[in-house]
């Protein structure tokens, strides 16, 4: 299995950027399609962004334009640039895996298998 950590999340105002990194290790990269969610307090955690092995990523619609997801392979890191924040862009940000490398199942969390801890992302007015 993978194991995934995340970094880069902090505090920013609105129309600021910010690049999240997923560090993975145990497991053969390029098993796996990677993506993100973001979850806030009371909702349900939601699909942000996925990508291939070989690339080809897909997004949600209130990201598309502002985010952009890519990975690494050979470091076996993933990252999102995100930029343009609103406050509504406020959550804790979750890399995750998801067994397949080259198929990225459809962007919610029951197609994921791992997850990491979580990186908070505050955007303030």
């Known amino acids: 299995q993978v194991q995934l950590l995340e970094s880069g999340g902090g505090s920013v105002q609105t129309g600021g950027s910010l690049r999240l990194s997923c560090a993975a290790s145990g497991d053969t990269y390029s098993n796996y399609c990677m993506g993100w969610f973001r979850q806030t307090p009371g909702k349900e955690r939601e699909g942000v962004a996925a990508?291939?092995?070989?690339?080809?990523?897909n997004y949600a619609n209130s990201v598309k334009g502002r985010f952009t997801i890519s990975r690494d392979n050979a470091k076996a890191t993933l990252y999102l640039q995100v930029n343009n924040l609103t406050p509504a862009d406020t959550a804790m940000y979750y890399c995750a895996a998801a067994r397949g490398g080259f198929y990225c199942p459809p962007l919610t969390t029951r197609n994921f298998n791992y997850w990491g801890q979580g990186t908070q992302i505050t955007v303030s007015p």
């Open positions: 990508i291939k092995y070989l690339g080809e990523p």
